[in-house]
């Protein structure tokens, strides 16, 4: 399981950061993303970001507020989320898998995170 942090409670228009550690297992994957998961809804796409190539992906629904990106120096891959709204509300997940790894499709991931709480209050 993956070590992911950050999260919590802001207002709308805020800004978080999530973290997810990109050593050991994670450091031979090839596909790191973000997912999240509203209570009563399927999980999401939120972003995703090819290791070697450093090429980015995003939903549509995230694109331009969201921003995810390698940290060498921590060694994770990190979730920048600005201009957060009430619908961003979710719990988050931190996922990595191999090459083959279909990166909007949560069921071809290998290792997932813990999650972690994101509220946005109006």
């Known amino acids: 399981q993956l070590q992911q942090s950050g999260g919590g409670l802001v207002q709308t228009g805020d800004s978080l950061r999530l973290s997810c550690p990109a050593t050991g297992r994670t450091s031979r994957m090839y596909v790191m993303s973000w997912f999240r998961q509203a209570p009563g809804k399927e999980r999401e796409f939120v972003a995703g970001i090819r290791w070697s190539s450093g090429n980015t992906y995003y939903s549509d629904s995230v694109k331009g507020r969201f921003t995810i990106a390698r940290d060498s120096a921590k060694n994770t891959v990190d979730l920048q989320m600005d201009s957060l709204q009430p619908e961003d509300t979710a719990v988050y997940y931190c996922?990595?898998?191999?090459?083959?790894?279909?990166?909007?499709?949560?069921?071809?991931?290998?290792?997932w995170g813990q999650g972690t709480q994101v509220t946005v209050s109006d």
């Open positions: 996922a990595a898998g191999p090459s083959i790894t279909s990166i909007p499709d949560w069921r071809t991931y290998a290792y």
